[in-house]
T-cell receptor, first 110, second 113 residues
């Protein structure tokens, strides 16, 4: 199993551009999550999904959107990139407890 | 008050030392508890779950104290390869049966020769 995979690994965006961060898991986990991690600030939950077709907001959802059309995929969309969205983004999945993380996407908005 | 609090460190210890980290949480309804390890510029990796009865995995021992709302991680015989940031995490059940993990900001450990 590849586990949780994320693409791209790095990206630089200009203010106002949009992009989609991809996340795929091959463990047949129902639950998937998106976090952002800023230096010294810990991980913050952006959005989560309890199954295909079901998504909900986490602590810091503003400026982001998600969809969950399949069990495997949980893309994160940034519509109008802002410098405050410069961060490392981690996708995670779980069967129940104990989440497993992807390698992350480092995003810089200039 | 933060939901999950940890001493950021760094803890600088010599190889072979025993080191302990504590983590406190504010929500008494928290249900599950974990320690994660995060290497520099890498993703968090699950180290171990934490149970009230205490659990041990090799040189690592984790303990939960529900009454005082803290969890601990003890590392014996520290190795250079143990150098990393250790994140504690607690979960609350969320709608639909998943769980919301809340992380501490992490404690940095540096093991030195």
């Amino acid at each position: 199993n590849a586990g949780v995979t994320q693409t791209p690994k790095f990206r630089i965006l200009k203010i106002g551009q949009s992009m989609t961060l991809q996340c795929t898991q091959d463990m047949n986990h129902n639950y998937m999550y998106w976090y952002r991690q800023d230096p010294g600030m810990g991980l913050k939950l952006i959005y989560y999904s309890v199954g295909a077709g079901i998504t909900d907001k986490g602590e810091v959802p503003n400026g982001y959107n998600v969809s969950r059309s399949t069990t495997e995929d949980f893309p994160l969309r940034l519509e109008l990139a802002a410098p405050s969205q410069t961060s490392v983004y981690f996708c995670a999945s779980s069967l129940r407890d104990g989440q497993f993380f992807g390698p992350g996407t480092r995003l810089t908005v200039l | 008050r933060k939901e999950v609090e940890q001493d950021p460190g760094p803890f600088n210890v010599p190889e072979g030392a025993t080191v302990a980290f504590n983590c406190t949480y504010s929500n008494s309804a928290s249900q599950s508890f974990f320690w994660y390890r995060q290497d520099c510029r890498k993703e968090p990796k699950l180290l171990m779950s934490v149970y009230s009865s205490g659990n041990e995995d090799g040189r690592f021992t984790a303990q939960l104290n529900r009454a005082s709302q803290y969890i601990s991680l003890l590392i014996r015989d520290s190795k250079l390869s143990d150098s990393a940031t250790y994140l504690c995490a607690v979960t609350l059940l969320i709608t639909g049966g998943g769980n919301k993990l809340t992380f501490g900001t992490g404690t940095q450990l540096k093991v030195e020769l």
